[in-house]
């Protein structure tokens, strides 16, 4: 069983939907991250998120992370073809830096 | 700026070969990981390292090696290849001030085994 399970593994949608990703766990953690993967390139961070309930917003994405610091969910608004990728994200746990599966969005004009 | 530092990437191995992957980074990180990916399974930590000279297990260790002889450098070996080992090996390195975690990664090595 993997440390983070991520929802939905897949997701279509067209250009200017809103889409919204999970990222669930049974563990505490102090902080929690968001990257981005295109394909042939390495992940990219996107956001780290810190305080319970906290919310980040990064132009049209926005990242919440969960009052018990065990979830975090990823809103995009009037999704791009330009957001289209792996999303994945990562807790480190004393050292050990683990992720999700991922999902993958593709967005179609 | 190059950053994460990753030889080769790509390489063909027969099974049974050995071989060793090599990753770099110029950024004075403490912090460095290899990971296989593999579709549908996003990124699976293999082993890391939280300082020169040391090395930890992570979540899929068995048949890989590891070695951070120097700071700037983490090498990963496979002693004797298996078709199960054919992935895209990411190496990443971070420096985990406080809460901030946030890893970089290389390019990536396309290993297949045959």
């Known amino acids: 069983t993997q440390l983070l399970e991520q929802s939905p593994q897949f997701l279509s949608i067209q250009e200017g939907e809103n889409l919204t990703v999970y990222c669930n766990s049974s563990s505490v953690f102090s902080s929690l991250q968001w990257y981005r993967q295109e394909p042939g390139e390495g992940p990219v961070l996107l956001v780290t998120v810190v305080t319970g309930g906290e919310v980040k917003k990064l132009k049209r994405l926005t990242f919440q992370f969960g009052d018990a610091r065990k979830d975090s969910s990823l809103h995009i608004t009037a999704a791009q073809p330009g957001d289209t990728g792996l999303y994945l994200c990562a807790a480190d746990s004393w050292g050990k830096l683990q992720f999700g599966a991922g999902t993958q969005v593709v967005v179609t004009p | 700026n190059a950053g994460v530092t990753q030889t080769p990437k790509f390489r063909v191995l027969k099974t049974g070969q050995s071989m060793t992957l090599l990753c770099a980074q110029d950024?004075?990180?403490?912090?460095m990981y290899w990971y296989r990916q593999d579709p549908g399974m996003g990124l699976r930590l293999i082993h890391y390292?939280?300082?020169?000279?040391?090395?930890a297990k992570g979540e899929v260790p068995d048949g890989y090696n590891v070695s951070r002889l120097k700071k700037q450098n983490f090498l990963l070996g496979l002693e004797s290849a298996a078709p199960s080992q054919t992935s895209v090996y990411f190496c990443?390195?971070?420096?985990?001030?406080?809460?901030?975690?946030?890893?970089?990664f290389g390019q990536g090595t396309r290993l297949t085994v045959v």
């Open positions: 390292s939280v300082g020169e000279g040391t090395t």
């Open positions: 950024m004075n990180h403490e912090y």
């Open positions: 990443a390195s971070s420096q985990r001030q406080g809460v901030n975690t946030e890893a970089f």
